[in-house]
């Protein structure tokens, strides 16, 4: 994967008012995602109310940005011709360390990708936006979620 | 049968193709509906209940006036399935209920789609659009290839494993001269060898999508034992929605078709290795796997020893979609998951010609639909 994922002609987010606060973050390098204040829940994707209690009370707090690979694909043949300079890529469902999990997309390391791999944020330019990708975290590497 | 629920009583099928060329989905609806009410011996008028799928090509809204219109139907019911690849056998199961509270008493259940050379994008705007698409994930395919992933992870189970389903699909097909793969067998190398579309999911293990179209007619236990042909009862029914996209799966190795088949095996008193027939759900190799294990027919990553040990062709001793599955049909879209219904009944109905398996008593039939996340099963007898 050579290309520069910026120049990438692919599908954008449909960014609503209850979701702009996610990208708004996304933009910056940040995770933001919804914390229930009344079953204390962490909530992914966004909502108007906790899926968990139905609860109103939800507030926006910026995650870990570590999480843990539950599966993965490299994708050969994309389904949106947007992404067919990029194939073959990686996406996966990343369980981040609050409860939820995102599927996102997984930037290579150094050593061929496992399930259970421990991941971190990696904020990535992707179509002309920063997505909140990620990336494997190395061994031994002294690395900090952003 | 004391315990039937209510009896599919016709069957119409289309012959699958790649494309069609100027014709509408309506018309397709027409030509099915009309083999199923000739197969049942029934009137038109005959017709009182009308299940249809959501998004009928040329009209998103208002689909059940739309068709009743169309075919010249005054239904006292009528009504959308909208469970993707699940709405065949959740139609069969809703005709039934329907006809049990007295709205009516011979029900129509269709499903079929044209497919045109350009079709137009689909215009989601959801959160699977929002969330998943910007991140290169676009499609079915994937999801399913996230499923089979984890199931490797989580057991060990290997390509080979996988591959046999589809190889066992193939074979099955070449006794069925309708199928889009007749003639054209692939074994577990060929899938192997076929080119990966999202690892670990190779080309072969994903259904081929087709034009077609699939319908039955159900009514009461009662009033199907005047019926030109031999009825099919309902005995049992369960159903199950979990989520939408891969990524809100409660389960990446195990599916709503479990809590389904068990509320429909508890419903009919039977049990999964009791089924003379296994009519499952295929889209994709990973959905056969994970329903094989649902069901109980061997422990949870067992389903690759679990198919070397049986055969699965209309003269094993578990046959297993043996009109050749979607995998070797073709997917005539929600359609699709109605061929196991279809498949099932002329099995139970001793109709299959050279692919009838011997006994035939009892059938399972599964649905499933969008990212292994509605789920529908029935369990039909014969008479
Ligand atoms: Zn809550």
């Known amino acids: ?146 | 049968m004391s315990g039937a629920r209510g009896s599919i009583v016709g069957i119409g099928e289309l012959k699958p193709q790649r494309l069609t060329s100027g014709v509408t989905t309506l018309e397709m609806i027409a030509e099915v509906s009309r083999l199923a009410v000739l197969d049942a011996g029934l009137e038109p008028a005959a017709i009182d209940g009308l299940l249809v799928g959501p998004q009928v090509g040329e009209t998103p809204q208002h689909v059940p006036a739309t068709i009743a219109e169309y075919l010249g139907l005054a239904p006292t019911m009528a009504n959308v399935v909208d469970l993707g690849g699940a709405s065949g056998a959740g139609m069969v199961w809703r005709a039934s209920a329907a006809i049990e509270a007295g709205m009516c008493e011979a029900v129509l259940c269709v499903l079929a789609n044209n497919r045109e050379e350009a079709a137009p994008r689909s215009p989601n705007r959801n959160p699977i659009r929002e969330f998943d698409v910007p991140f290169g994930a676009s499609g079915a395919n994937i999801s399913y290839a996230l499923l089979m992933q984890a199931h490797m992870a989580e057991y060990g189970s290997t390509a080979r494993d996988f591959a046999m389903i589809a190889a066992a699909a193939r074979a099955n097909a070449q006794l069925n001269p309708d199928a889009i793969f007749f003639g054209k067998p692939a074994d577990v190398e060929a899938v192997l060898a076929s080119p990966m579309i999202a690892s670990p999911l190779h080309l072969l293990e994903i259904v081929m999508p087709v034009a077609g179209g699939e319908a039955v007619v159900v009514t009461s236990a009662e009033r199907a034992r005047s019926m030109a042909k031999r009825p099919v009862h309902l005995l049992g029914a369960g159903e199950k929605v979990t989520h939408r996209a891969v990524s809100q799966a409660p389960s990446l190795t195990s599916g709503p078709l479990k809590s389904a088949m068990a509320r429909a095996f508890a419903q009919s008193g039977t049990q999964a290795r009791e089924m003379d027939l296994l009519s499952l759900y295929d889209c994709y190799t990973i959905m056969v796997a994970t329903t094989i294990e649902d069901a109980g027919l061997c422990a949870p990553g067992g389903f690759g020893a679990w198919l070397r040990d049986h055969d699965l062709s209309h003269k094993g001793d578990k046959p297993l979609n043996t009109h050749g599955g979607q995998l070797g049909f073709g997917q005539p879209d929600l359609a699709g998951g109605m061929t196991h219904v279809v498949e099932a009944v002329r099995q139970l109905r001793g109709e299959a010609g050279e692919r009838q398996i011997g006994k035939a008593e009892l059938a399972l039939v599964t649905g499933n639909g969008a990212t292994m996340s509605e789920a529908t099963a029935i369990v039909l007898g014969a008479a």
Request: hydrophobic share 40%.
């Open chain 1, 1 to 146: 994967m050579s290309v520069d994922l910026n120049m990438l002609k692919t599908p954008g987010p449909t960014i609503t008012a209850l979701t702009k606060p996610f990208w708004d973050a996304a933009a910056e390098g940040r995770l933001k995602i919804q914390h229930c204040e009344d079953c204390g829940k962490a909530v992914f994707y966004p909502r108007p109310i906790c899926p968990h209690c139905w609860s109103k009370r939800l507030v926006w707090k910026d995650a870990s940005g570590r999480g843990r690979l539950k599966s993965f694909s490299e994708v050969h043949k994309p389904g949106h011709p947007g992404w067919l300079p990029a194939a073959p890529y990686v996406v996966g469902l990343v369980e981040l360390a609050e409860g939820p999990t995102i599927l996102s997309f997984i930037l290579p390391g150094t050593r061929p990708l496992q399930v259970g791999d421990m991941l971190l944020l990696a904020p990535t330019s992707i179509g002309g936006r920063v997505l909140p990708a990620f990336k494997p975290v190395e061994p031994r590497a002294e690395e900090k979620p952003q």
